[in-house]
């Protein structure tokens, strides 16, 4: 089974309505991020969570909400999509960096493709 | 802040070609460096990574050096294969919470 795994693997919806993607692992990690990949730009950080009750905007949070229901589940809430919202979400995980370091590796899950009408 | 250019794709090769993709970085202080691989209709994997300065990465025949002097990190190989047609992100850290920037991908074909 997969470490990280996201639901649904795709989504059409409709402009105005709201949508929730959600992420699960089981690597026991901490830390949990959402990613959206479009064309060309790479990949942007919209959330991260560093525990249940630690949640940060990234560069790109406009629009979207997070919950962090559990240490292995973080939603990410579209409360009104738009159709510049279509893209492609990727989930990651990571563990706490240890004394001294400042990044372990993010485990990606396969992502979910939206596509808003 | 932080910011990640990657050369411009896409990039085509016949199979046991040379492979680089030019990656370079801007950052305060002293960023870790990741190539990651996204194979079609799968997530992102870490290929390689470097943490300081001169360190080279290495993984499945690839390989990029940390060049602080030219702030670079190409990713090299030797001799690709067709199972190496993906999409290829270098990516850098460079904060107390992990955060990854991202250069906006290359896509390689390779064909046989």
């Known amino acids: 089974d997969a470490d990280v795994t996201q639901t649904p693997r795709n989504r059409i919806t409709k402009t105005g309505k709201r949508i929730m993607l959600e992420c699960s692992q089981t690597k026991g990690h901490d830390r949990m991020y959402w990613y959206r990949q479009d064309p060309g730009l790479g990949l942007r950080l919209i959330y991260y969570?560093?525990?249940?009750?630690?949640?940060n905007k990234g560069e790109i949070s406009d629009g979207y909400s997070v919950s962090r229901q559990a240490q292995a589940k973080f939603s990410l809430s579209l409360e009104s999509a738009i159709p510049n919202q279509t893209a492609l979400y990727f989930c990651?995980?990571?563990?706490?960096?240890?004394?001294?370091?400042?990044?372990?590796?993010?485990?990606f899950g396969p992502g979910t493709r939206l596509t808003v009408l | 802040g932080n910011s990640v250019t990657q050369m411009e794709g896409p990039v085509t090769l016949s199979e046991e070609a040379f492979l680089t993709i030019n990656c370079t970085y801007t950052?305060?202080?002293?960023?870790?460096l990741f190539w990651y691989v996204q194979y079609p209709g799968e997530g992102l994997q870490l290929l390689l990574k470097?943490?300081?300065?001169?360190d080279k990465g290495s993984n499945k025949g690839f390989e990029a050096t940390y060049r602080k002097e030219t702030t670079s990190f190409h990713l090299e190989k030797g001799s690709v294969q067709v199972s190496d047609s993906a999409v290829y992100f270098c990516a850098l850290s460079g904060t107390s919470y992990g955060k990854l920037t991202f250069g906006q991908g290359t896509i390689l074909t390779v064909h046989p």
């Open positions: 990651a995980t990571s563990e706490s960096p240890g004394t001294g370091f400042s990044y372990n590796e993010q485990f």
């Open positions: 969570s560093f525990d249940v009750k630690d949640i």
């Open positions: 950052a305060t202080g002293y960023p870790s």
């Open positions: 470097a943490t300081k300065a001169d």
